[in-house]
């Protein structure tokens, strides 16, 4: 049968700049990792610059030839903070460029080349009855299929947290659109990271993270055996956090299940900034704190109840997420910076969180990018407990 990343090739093969032989196998041995190594061992010139903001400067903090990398999913919480919602920021310098080739897809067009061409990941589909959703327009209320997805998560049974767990355990799949601009041609990568994170129990204790390098999802919905693909590989990256600097979210054990308190206890604590709406705030918190804890079915039952309450969600219909699971998708629109929109995909059967997507819906700015277009998305795949920072729950 033939894989997903065969499926892009073939389907990329007549605009690719390089024939696939070029790089065949490649990826796998010893001293192209080497070669890579020493191409990307100076660092980069890069200089950040938030493009997916319309109102930021073009011209500020910028000399003329270096790299622009632009953050469609920028972090609006401080630099430094860990999140497994936060976004890649990839100044793509030549050997850059070519170790994306290398593990997933980069392609590089000019700047007058129609947006449409320039590739991401495959939009899933959403169907409501009558037929396919649009991703422009509004939605009905999905105050009805929130409450319904509450009772789902309600009837389930709380699990039993052993004796011996001193960690929180996750493991995600997660990608977001990496473009640089460079000479008048713009440059996208589609390479999505799996992710093990431990986070104690103990705020004493440390917070292991462990990413390693996807196989991306780009045709189609994938699976559970493509999205975890490179869950057994070498890590990319292994680091530990102290708990208290870097978890953007509490334990769901210190917060509350009524809605009203629960609302409150999800918003930050200071002030954010004026075209950042509640309802923003606290859908992102919801995907922040499936990202860090093993969320239990009573605490979802009363997140949905939550956002029950906020006329701005609306339903977006039944869909498969990119790990082949069956989910109903509810989406919030953001109209600050770039318009947005935030979709999360939600079990019907347990009322768990299985999966978030953030999609650019009328307009992509300079990103170069055909709209509607996915710039990010997050798989839940595995949640549970361990005894300690080396074992998966």
Same mark, same amino acid.
């Given at each position: ?24 196998? =490649?990826a ?5 990792? =080497?070669?890579?190594?020493?191409? !990307?061992?100076?660092?980069?010139d ?27 999913? /920028?972090?609006?919480? =401080?630099?430094?903070? $860990?999140?497994?919602?936060?976004a ?8 850059c460029?070519a170790a994306?080739?290398? #593990?997933? *897809? ?9 947006a ?6 495959a939009?899933?589909s959403?169907?409501?009855?009558g ?21 789902? #998560? ?10 011996a ?15 640089a601009v460079?000479g ?9 990271? !799996? ?16 990413e ?16 975890a #693909?490179a /869950? ?6 292994d680091? !530990? ?19 009203a308190?629960?609302r409150?206890? $999800? ?9 950042v ?8 918190a ?16 009363? $997140?949905?109840?939550? $956002? ?15 790990a ?30 299985d ?8 307009? #992509? ?8 277009? !996915? *710039?990010?998305?997050?798989l ?8 300690d920072d080396?074992?998966?729950?």
């Open positions: 049968m033939t894989d997903d990343l065969t499926d892009v090739r073939r389907l990329l093969a007549p605009i690719d700049p390089a024939p696939p032989e070029t790089f065949a196998g =490649a796998w041995t010893p001293r192209a990792r =080497a070669t890579l190594r020493g191409i !990307v061992s100076s660092p980069p890069a200089t950040v610059n938030p493009a997916a903001d319309p109102k930021a400067d073009p011209a500020a903090g910028r000399r003329p030839g270096r790299w622009r990398a632009f953050d469609v999913a /920028a972090r609006r919480r =401080a630099v430094g903070r $860990l999140s497994v919602r936060r890649t920021i990839t100044g793509l310098t030549a050997g460029v994306a080739l290398l #593990a997933g *897809i980069t392609r590089w067009v000019p700047a007058d080349e129609p449409a061409r320039v590739p991401t990941v939009m899933l959403y169907h409501r009855s037929g396919e959703s649009s991703m422009t327009g509004s939605l009905p209320s999905a105050r009805p299929i929130l409450l319904r997805l509450a009772k789902a #998560a309600g009837r389930q049974p709380e699990p039993v947290r052993p004796a767990a001193g960690y929180s355990y996750l493991r995600l799949n997660e990608w977001n659109l990496s473009v460079s008048g041609r713009t440059g996208t990568a589609v390479v999505p990271t !799996v992710t093990e994170q431990w986070t104690p129990l103990s705020p004493a204790d440390q917070v292991r993270r462990v390693r390098r996807g196989a991306p999802i780009v045709i189609g919905y994938g699976s559970e055996r493509t999205a #693909a /869950a057994a590989g070498a890590p990319e990256s680091d !530990v956090f102290a708990a208290d600097a870097v978890l953007s979210s509490r334990s769901p054990d210190r917060l509350p299940l009524d809605a308190a629960l409150r206890a $999800l918003l930050p604590p200071g002030p954010v900034p004026a075209d709406t509640e309802a923003e705030e606290l859908v992102r919801v995907i922040d704190l499936h990202s860090e804890w093993n969320v239990p079915p009573r605490l979802s039952a009363a $997140l949905w109840r939550m $956002l029950a309450g906020w006329p701005g969600l609306g339903y977006l219909g039944r869909t498969t997420d990119r082949g699971r069956a989910g109903e998708a509810v989406a919030l629109d953001v109209t600050r910076g770039l318009p947005r929109r935030l979709v999360l995909v939600i079990d019907p059967g347990t009322g768990r969180l999966s978030s997507e953030e999609i650019l819906t009328t307009d #992509a700015g300079k990103l170069g990018v055909g709209v509607p277009a !996915v *710039i990010g998305y997050r839940f795949l595995r949640r549970g407990w361990a005894p080396r074992t998966p729950g």
